[in-house]
């Protein structure tokens, strides 16, 4: 077999493997955790379908890329949930390693390629990678809310976590970061979200 064809298809099977990297979150009507392929399926057709929403005009095919490689790396590197903070200081470590042990398999012209795309991803700084990352984080965000918010009791998660986190949606869409925050409202009322503190009311 030609050595290109045989680097493409070795990395197409190591890529299999994050179907098996469960995340934190549970899939919409209490289901099981979902797995970070899963997750990158339904980002990247999020962005797909929302990319009117978009604070700036974006390549759309460039963000659902990035959207299905943003995190192949966790194959190496383990999921890291967003509110782990103790994880979340060695992540980039773990997850720079990572990149290059698994995109060293593919030829070198692709291997340059996604790792220029996930490093774009990572760095936030383009309007596509922007706009992914609004994905990145309304889709956990509409999968806890549909599930009665069991994920944020569960971790005990408070306002400050959860808008920390989503302040990179509003550099990607403006529009969208309003349904969040919309939702995040909704379940600090509801109670499922822990408020900056107990007089603080929505």
Known sequence: MDERLQKQLDFILEIDK???????THLSGHGRRENDAEHAWH???MAYLLREY???PVEIGRVML???IHDIVEIEAGDT????EAGLKTQKAREDAAKEKIYSLLPEDQRGELIALFDEFEANETPEARY???MDNLQPLLLNDSNGGGD???HQVTAEQVYRRQSKTALGSRTLFEVSDAIIRKNIREGRIR????????
């Open 66 to 68: 990035m959207c299905l």
């Open 43 to 45: 980002m990247a057709i």
């Open 54 to 56: 978009a604070n700036e």
């Open 152 to 154: 944020w009791t569960g």
């Open 132 to 134: 992914a990352h609004a």
């Open 195 to 202: 408020p900056y503190s107990e007089e603080q009311k929505f």
């Open 81 to 84: 949930y967003a509110y782990d």
């Open 18 to 24: 994050e179907k098996n990297i469960f995340r934190q």
